[in-house]
């Protein structure tokens, strides 16, 4: 059985930074494409970024330059580093994990950019 502990969301200015974590549980991790996703209300999820097995990377438009994205392999657990958040940056982001016909979602936390 697949679980995440996914951390590190909450109320941030617009300008900051937050620093979300997503240690997962029940698979072998080092195999796996992670990735963070999001969504905002009445919007649909979309990629945030992704980081391969082998650690390329993929970037959203609307956060390269921003977000960066990362793994440490020795504790299954992924990371996304948010700089300069905006307004518009308000959503769920969800853990996700990849690997060929599986893919596994967190349950989501929330990070809300407000003055």
């Known amino acids: 059985q697949v679980q995440y502990v996914e951390s590190g969301g909450g109320l941030v200015q617009p300008g900051g930074s937050l620093r979300l974590s997503c240690a997962a549980s029940?698979?072998?991790?080092?195999?796996?494409?992670m990735g963070w996703y999001r969504q905002a209300p009445g919007k649909q999820r979309e990629l945030v970024a992704h980081?391969?097995?082998?650690?390329?990377?993929d970037y959203a438009d609307s956060v390269k330059g921003r977000f960066t994205i990362s793994r440490d392999n020795a504790k299954d657990t992924v990371y996304l580093q948010m700089n300069s958040l905006k307004p518009e940056d308000t959503a769920v982001y969800y853990c996700?994990?990849?690997?060929?016909?599986?893919?596994?979602w967190g349950k989501g936390t929330l990070v809300t950019v407000s003055s």
């Open positions: 980081i391969t097995s082998g650690g390329s990377t």
């Open positions: 029940g698979i072998i991790f080092i195999m796996y494409t």
């Open positions: 996700n994990a990849m690997y060929y016909g599986n893919n596994y």
